[in-house]
């Protein structure tokens, strides 16, 4: 299981609209994106345009797999392992109760 995030949710889209306001003020993105870390204490920058960058994808902007697409794919795959497992458990009874039908008994 993954661990959860050290920055609050509020924390980080205060960081993304942060990087958009000051975008003009900056040459590159990566500069304002400099600048907005180390005013909010965020530990890289590299975090800060993680987040960004979803931010784009969430909004429509860039390509890619949508946060909410990720949490449904993420959730899928939780489920199928849960039914692979109680598949498994069924096959092992199926076939426990099978030999006991192949096996003679004797009456008493």
Do not use: C
Not at 40 to 66: F, M, N
Not at 80 to 87: D, F
């Amino acid at each position: 299981m993954a661990r959860p995030s050290q920055y609050p949710l509020e924390l980080r889209r205060r960081a993304v609209r942060m990087v958009a306001e000051v975008r003009p003020e900056y040459d590159t993105e990566w500069a304002a994106m400099k600048a907005v870390a180390q005013k909010l204490g965020i530990g890289t920058t590299e975090t800060l345009r993680k987040w960004v960058r979803q931010d784009q994808i969430d909004a429509g902007a860039r390509a890619g797999t949508t946060s909410e697409e990720s949490a449904e794919l993420k959730r899928l795959k939780k489920e199928n392992a849960e039914l692979k497992r109680a598949n498994d458990i069924l096959k092992a009874a199926a076939s426990f109760f099978a030999a006991e039908l192949d096996r003679p008994h004797t009456r008493s």
